[in-house]
């Protein structure tokens, strides 16, 4: 589980370890990390997750999660490539390129990374399943979203192109993604934090935040999904259904339209 400090990464834990799973837990931020491996042992009774700092952007530290891992456990039964940002909020011809580049590291590279460490070993044990955490912004992206937009297509086409190979060469290891719409996390404090969204951008967010599900809620939307072994997992399957209707709109000429809410995990 990357990503698993905090957010919708910390409440998979939860919910994997309550249900009878070993949890290894990474996130690059090593003392949140390490206070929310304290608190998925405190309230799972009998779990002792294990803690890995790791830099998703690194290749070299992705791999020796995966090492770590497969080490102590053997290779896991369920990879969930969570960790994300939302990166630069904004038009798209404003905003720091050193804040869209380190949103591609992480939403993308970073995905890209877990399956090149893990999805070899599951391959070789013949079973697995590999979940990347996308996005309804994976299939529409709103105003002042195209760098978190742009990541979230990233990692729609990856897992795609993954469902696709591993079914070719007749692999069973499945295939999941998550699409939520609006979650209550951190990621738009962080945001703050850094600065990276314009005035406009940074009122919508915190007003979607505001009727977000909460990361407790998406788990338990994930665990159902992956016993109904569905291939994208949605908080919102009219949402989707939407998107689809318009891309069919966009196809046949039509303009994207401009009322939209910025979808994120």
């Given at each position: 589980m990357t990503g698993a400090a905090s957010g919708i990464g910390l409440a998979l834990s939860k919910a994997f370890a309550g249900s009878g799973y070993r949890v290894a837990?990474?996130?690059?931020?090593?003392?949140?990390?390490?206070?929310?491996?304290?608190?998925?042992?405190?309230?799972?009774?009998?779990?002792?997750?294990?803690?890995i700092r790791t830099d998703v952007t690194d290749a070299r530290d992705v791999d020796a999660l995966a090492a770590s891992v497969v080490d102590a456990?053997?290779?896991?039964?369920?990879?969930?490539?969570n960790a994300g940002i939302i990166g630069p909020v904004g038009p798209v011809w404003e905003g720091s390129l050193d804040q869209w580049e380190l949103a591609m590291r992480i939403n993308y590279w970073g995905v890209l990374h877990g399956m090149r460490a893990f999805l070899p070993h599951m391959i070789a044990r013949g079973s697995g399943r590999l979940i990347n955490t996308a996005s309804v912004a994976s299939w529409s992206s709103g105003p002042r979203m195209g760098s978190y937009g742009s990541t979230k297509h990233a990692v729609l086409a990856l897992t795609e192109s993954a469902s696709r190979e591993l079914r070719e060469i007749g692999s069973p290891v499945r295939v999941s993604m998550i699409c939520p719409t609006t979650v209550r996390t951190s990621l738009v404090s962080h945001l703050e934090q850094a600065g990276s969204a314009d005035d406009v951008g940074r009122e919508r967010l915190l007003?979607?935040?505001?009727?977000?599900l909460s990361p407790d809620e998406?788990?338990?939307?994930?665990?159902?999904?992956?016993?109904?072994?569905?291939?994208?997992?949605?908080?919102?399957?009219?949402?989707?259904?939407?998107?689809?209707?318009?891309r069919l709109a966009i196809a046949e000429g039509a303009e994207p339209p401009l009322d939209r809410e910025p979808p994120r995990h």
């Open positions: 837990m990474s996130d690059v931020r090593e003392e949140a990390l390490a206070d929310a491996r304290d608190m998925v042992a405190r309230e799972t009774s009998g779990s002792e997750p294990m803690a456990w053997g290779s896991p039964d369920i990879l969930v490539n007003a979607a935040r505001e009727h977000g998406v788990a338990r939307i994930v665990l159902a999904g992956i016993k109904e072994d569905r291939y994208v997992i949605t908080t919102d399957e009219a949402w989707l259904v939407n998107a689809a209707r318009q």
